[in-house]
């Protein structure tokens, strides 16, 4: 559940270690509240509903909201360049 900061904490930890670049320490903040805005942004199924209940259009719009995920940006103060979230 990305709206508790925790969790989205945690899902900044798996991406760092998974390999995108560019998420420094100092920015995790600024990364999760990005995370939730696209998570309150993006329709996503029931998680109560198992995978094999899921049909084209779930998947559909998993797939269309993961792309718009790939899309967060921040501002690298240190480069002052955009990051983008995207992996090595």
């Known amino acids: ?6 969790h989205r904490l945690a899902i900044i930890k798996w ?7 560019g998420i420094s320490r100092e920015h995790h ?3 999760s509240e990005q995370i939730n805005l696209w998570h309150e942004s993006n329709e996503l199924f029931d ?3 198992s995978l094999s209940e899921l049909g084209d259009d779930d998947l559909d719009s998993v797939g269309n909201a993961y792309e718009n995920l790939m899309q967060i940006k921040y501002i690298d103060h240190h480069s002052h360049g955009i990051i983008l979230f995207q992996h090595k």
């Open 1 to 6: 559940m990305p709206h508790i900061v925790g």
């Open 15 to 21: 991406l760092s270690e998974y390999g995108v670049r």
């Open 29 to 31: 903040d600024i990364m």
């Open 47 to 49: 998680h109560n509903r």
